[in-house]
């Protein structure tokens, strides 16, 4: 029986929206064990809710949070759970709350993968083609180095890989050209060192508006950056889906062909519902850590779930672990 231990107290939208979640899951998989992190009284509700144990935490960890003070915060819901899951060796740890602060706890209290430098969050997003593409880093590092970037290509297509299924991954850097000269210092610098090397499968850097195309299996770039696009690609989804519900409803005509159109209309919005992916998994350390949307619904968070469990199922961290040593 897999255990995934659950920071209870960081969303955005309150322990409402986990305990919610950890129920809708559980829904799914009755045999996995959930560890919840948080007040006592505020998840009164998974009392008597099978497989679920309630660690009682008095302190919440800000989502304005660096790293000082989650270090210091040793009784917030955070700080338990991604410690519990080192010395229990649970199998899979998951937070809405600070992404610094949990980059900092993941990093410092599970470490880092031997040979990789810095650790990185991961997701895959949709493109036109009905593809997953691999997208890393989304907000784990505000700067970085080409080095790093260099890591996080590597990382990345081994995700692609062994996650996804994909067999020669086209690696890109996200930059604003797609000329080996464009980009900010880090990217032409990734970019040189990524050329000199023959990294396998990488076509060059590549404009974010080409991403959808397909273009790429794995796109790399920085935190700051990585953070701005996946939130943009995630409004855009969310606009287009609005205004093509919009422009069915506004006479009976189009009503009508909405009645016509509704699976393609459904199956679209299936694409492009970003909720069903719900959480980023923090590659490069050496445990299994999900970083939650901060502002998750409970079908959002339960979701970040389920990729947690996919993580831990699928032996993702093994994987990485091999894959960075024979890259090494």
Same mark, same amino acid.
């Given at each position: 029986?897999?255990?995934?231990?659950?920071?209870? $107290?960081? =969303?955005?939208?309150?322990?409402?929206?986990?305990?919610?979640?950890?129920?809708?899951?559980?829904?799914?998989?009755?045999? /996995?064990? !959930? !560890?919840?992190?948080?007040?006592?009284?505020?998840?009164?509700?998974?009392?008597?809710?099978?497989?679920?144990? !309630?660690?009682?935490?008095?302190?919440?960890?800000?989502?304005?949070?660096? =790293?000082?003070?989650?270090?210091?915060?040793?009784?917030?819901?955070?700080?338990?759970?991604?410690?519990?899951?080192? *010395?229990?060796?649970?199998?899979?740890?998951?937070?809405?709350?600070?992404?610094?602060?949990?980059?900092?706890?993941?990093? @410092?209290?599970?470490?880092?993968?031997?040979?990789?430098?810095?650790?990185?969050?991961?997701?895959?997003?949709? =493109?036109?083609?009905?593809?997953?593409?691999?997208?890393?880093?989304?907000?784990?590092? /505000?700067?970085?180095?080409?080095?790093?970037? @260099?890591?996080?290509?590597?990382?990345?297509?081994? &995700?692609?890989?062994?996650?996804?299924?994909?067999?020669?991954? +086209?690696?890109?850097?996200?930059?604003?050209?797609?000329?080996?000269?464009?980009?900010?210092?880090? /990217?032409?610098?990734?970019?040189?060192?990524?050329?000199?090397?023959?990294?396998?499968?990488?076509?060059?850097?590549?404009?974010?508006?080409?991403?959808?195309?397909?273009?790429?299996?794995?796109?790399?770039?920085?935190?700051?950056?990585?953070?701005?696009?996946?939130?943009?690609?995630?409004?855009?989804?969310?606009?287009?889906?609005?205004?093509? +519900?919009?422009?069915? $409803?506004?006479?009976?005509?189009?009503?009508?062909?909405?009645?016509?159109? +509704?699976?393609?209309?459904?199956?679209?919005?299936?694409?492009?519902?970003?909720?069903?992916?719900?959480?980023?998994?923090?590659?490069? @350390?050496?445990?299994?850590?999900?970083?939650?949307?901060?502002?998750?619904?409970? &079908?959002?968070?339960?979701?970040?779930? *389920?990729?947690?469990?996919?993580?831990?199922?699928?032996?993702?961290?093994?994987?990485?672990?091999?894959?960075?040593?024979?890259?090494?």
């Amino acid at each position: 029986m897999y255990t995934i231990a659950v920071d209870c $107290m960081g =969303s955005d939208n309150g322990p409402k929206v986990c305990v919610e979640a950890i129920k809708i899951f559980l829904n799914r998989h009755s045999d /996995v064990r !959930v !560890v919840a992190f948080g007040r006592e009284e505020d998840l009164k509700d998974l009392k008597n809710v099978n497989n679920v144990e !309630v660690v009682h935490c008095e302190d919440v960890m800000e989502m304005t949070a660096g =790293s000082l003070e989650a270090m210091r915060k040793r009784k917030s819901s955070m700080y338990q759970a991604i410690v519990s899951t080192k *010395e229990n060796e649970y199998d899979g740890v998951i937070s809405a709350g600070s992404t610094g602060a949990f980059l900092t706890l993941a990093s @410092v209290k599970l470490k880092t993968i031997e040979g990789v430098d810095r650790a990185a969050l991961v997701t895959a997003l949709p =493109s036109y083609d009905g593809k997953q593409v691999t997208v890393l880093d989304v907000g784990a590092n /505000v700067e970085t180095t080409g080095e790093q970037l @260099v890591q996080f290509a590597k990382m990345g297509r081994l &995700y692609s890989q062994k996650v996804l299924g994909v067999k020669e991954p +086209k690696v890109c850097l996200l930059s604003n050209g797609a000329e080996d000269e464009k980009g900010s210092h880090d /990217v032409k610098e990734a970019n040189k060192l990524l050329r000199e090397m023959n990294f396998p499968g990488f076509i060059g850097n590549v404009e974010g508006r080409e991403v959808p195309k397909g273009v790429c299996d794995v796109l790399v770039t920085g935190g700051y950056a990585g953070n701005i696009f996946l939130k943009t690609y995630e409004g855009v989804a969310k606009m287009m889906s609005k205004m093509i +519900k919009d422009a069915f $409803m506004t006479n009976t005509s189009s009503k009508i062909g909405y009645l016509f159109a +509704k699976k393609g209309f459904n199956e679209l919005k299936e694409k492009l519902n970003y909720e069903k992916v719900g959480g980023a998994m923090l590659i490069g @350390v050496n445990g299994v850590a999900v970083k939650a949307h901060g502002s998750s619904s409970a &079908y959002s968070f339960s979701q970040a779930m *389920e990729v947690c469990f996919n993580m831990i199922n699928e032996k993702v961290l093994d994987l990485i672990k091999e894959g960075v040593k024979e890259n090494a």
